[in-house]
T-cell receptor, first 116, second 114 residues
């Protein structure tokens, strides 16, 4: 069964460093997403991406964040200068449609980011 | 307005028992209520979803009950099995809206004891 994969599974970085989280969405999907979950908190939407551009972003997704689809398979989330409060589990997801309830979003297993 | 409140935070149930997880929302515009199941080391996966034009939806041992007037919905797992041990997230959104509007609860960690 096709699945979304994410690397690394755990990333430890120092405050102020740049990190890149990587995702490989399901191959025929057109919409890509990043979510995050701070420990003990709810899953929060960060950004959606379609047709090589951001289609929607939350207020969490500030100028420190960027997304890119550098080739036909990878989808990346970059945090330019990490802060302690960026420590969280980051989930990548993909779907055939961008409309809620139309097609399922498939989530990857997540990358746990720890900022020290 | 945009919150989905989920309870309990954790739940321990004996094998064969009924697991019940509750969620409440505030935004009356929400019309799509999915539940996600997450096993350790895996991402959340869609389990079952309901729209407010029905009060109940059943798929196998999993049932969503929906109370529109109370703005509450719940997941019932009948005949709970150790394999059901996972974290469950409720969510709410506007069907047909953009995926960014999917609002999640904080999750419930379910442990089913053999």
């Amino acid at each position: 069964e096709p699945e979304v994969t994410q690397t690394p599974s755990h990333q430890v970085t120092q405050m102020g460093q740049e990190v890149i989280l990587r995702c490989v969405p399901i191959s025929n999907h057109l919409y890509f997403y990043w979510y995050r979950q701070i420990l003990g908190q709810k899953v929060e939407f960060l950004v959606s991406f379609y047709n090589n551009e951001i289609s929607e972003k939350s207020e969490i997704f500030d100028d420190q964040f960027s997304v890119e689809r550098p080739d036909g398979s990878n989808f990346t989330l970059k945090i330019r200068s990490t802060k302690l409060e960026d420590s969280a589990m980051y989930f990548c997801a993909s779907s055939e449609s961008g409309l809620v309830g139309e097609y399922e979003q498939y989530f990857g297993p997540g990358t746990r980011l720890t900022v020290t | 307005q945009q919150q989905v409140k989920q309870s309990p935070q954790s739940l321990i149930v004996q094998k064969g028992g009924i697991s019940i997880i509750n969620c409440a929302y505030e935004n009356t515009a929400f019309d799509y209520f999915p539940w996600y199941q997450q096993f350790p080391g895996k991402g959340p996966a869609l389990l079952i979803a309901i729209r407010p034009d029905v009060s109940e939806k059943k798929e196998g041992r999993f049932t969503i009950s929906f109370n529109k007037s109370a703005k509450q919905f719940s997941l019932h797992i009948m005949d709970s099995q150790p394999g059901d041990s996972a974290t469950y997230f409720c969510a709410a959104s506007i069907r047909g809206g953009s995926q960014g509007n999917l609002i999640f609860g904080k999750g419930t960690k379910l442990s089913v004891k053999p």
